[in-house]
């Protein structure tokens, strides 16, 4: 390989996928730029939908096993407050998100990741601190709004066919590069799923693959 | 409350739910008593069937699902190697662990915590540093001989009514305690399920409940 290839790796992007319903994404949504900036890398986000990858991987949400529903609220809240992070469940959960997710695609492609990215912030913490719901219309036009959109121009995009097809495509590239969860981070080809792997994620970036004992 | 209560609840064990064919668990299984020691906690271990629970749950492992498979046999090495431990992925798994598991309870039983726990490692390491399939009554016989049991009488335990009893108890009682997966760790009535909540574990056991933010 040429010298210059490794400076590329060093310097490829984090690929991070989350859904605006996951409460795990939150919480990784609120500490993955920072991690990676500590180790000079960006972070290219991926709005995408989890009952899509689920159906494909023939998977279900954690609330929807009996057992697993009371310890999975349980660690939702508990996780975000180790995180030092704020959190309240909503009472609609999981919600639809596809409307949320096609306003970060429009977003991506019309003002840039940037903008992208801080509409997903504005979403994550909407829905899990106050309770925002995400799948209601009126609500969701008022929280583009709030967040400094063009509401009505929010609104005509999550109908808009062009973002249903690139949210799609969208859905289809992550499963296609393996990812069955959210979120989902991808460092040099290594992936890693869950908000829990943020100490992993640390290692890999400071110091590559883990040394076999 | 009495004044004494204090005391009781910051000496209570901690209880720890493990499968001997679980790789989550026996990464657990290296530090839970590290952990737990450094907070003046002893720890309760409890060899159940993941299978038995899984059925109750609904649930099933990780390697049933087809892309969650690649990610988790990856996960489990890298979680290893992360926590300083030798990994070796057993070419049969997951397998069936009802013999290994009596053997512990039995043990339990008749010889007491530590020597259980002893038989626990033992397992656990034999195979996923080893390959030994604990399923294979040839291969656990000679661990058992290797482990300093009584060879003869390990398989005998095995094969009683009263530790297949036993560990149908076992399994009922995690069931009622909430487990529907392993590692699962109950510190003061809360559930930690999973050996990434060994962060959590440690402070919880520091200070209590997080605090809400």
Redesign the interface.
């Known amino acids: 390989m040429p010298a210059s290839s490794g400076l590329a790796r060093q310097h490829a992007p984090i690929q991070f996928y989350f859904d605006f319903s996951s409460p795990y994404s939150y919480i990784a949504s609120e500490w993955i730029d920072a991690v990676a900036a500590r180790h000079g890398r960006r972070v290219q986000w991926h709005a995408i939908l989890l009952g899509v990858l689920f159906q494909?991987?023939?998977?279900k949400p954690p609330v929807a096993?009996?057992?697993?529903r009371?310890?999975a609220l349980?660690?939702f809240e508990?996780?975000?407050?180790?995180a030092?992070?704020?959190?309240r469940q909503p009472g609609a959960f999981p919600i639809a998100t596809q409307h949320a997710a096609r306003v970060f695609w429009w977003l991506h492609e019309s003002q840039g990741h940037d903008a992208a990215v801080a509409w997903a912030h504005a979403g994550l913490r909407a829905y899990f601190t106050r309770g925002v719901a995400l799948n209601d219309v009126v609500a969701l036009k008022a929280l583009a709004g709030e967040s400094g959109l063009d509401a009505a121009a929010a609104e005509a995009a999550w109908g808009d066919e062009r973002w249903k097809q690139r949210l799609k495509a969208e859905n289809e590239a992550a499963?296609a590069a393996?990812v069955?969860?959210a979120p989902y981070c991808i460092v040099d080809g290594e992936?890693f799923?869950?908000q829990?792997?943020q100490?992993?994620i640390e290692?890999w970036l400071a110091s590559g693959p883990?040394?076999?004992?």
Chains 1, 2 share one sequence.
């Not at 494909?56 to 998977?59: F, G, H, N, T, V």
């Not at 030092?84 to 959190?87: A, K």
């Open positions: 494909a991987a023939e998977l096993y009996p057992l697993k009371d310890y349980r660690d508990r996780s975000a407050h180790f030092g992070l704020p959190y499963l393996g069955f969860g992936p799923w869950g829990d792997r100490a992993q290692r883990f040394k076999r004992v």
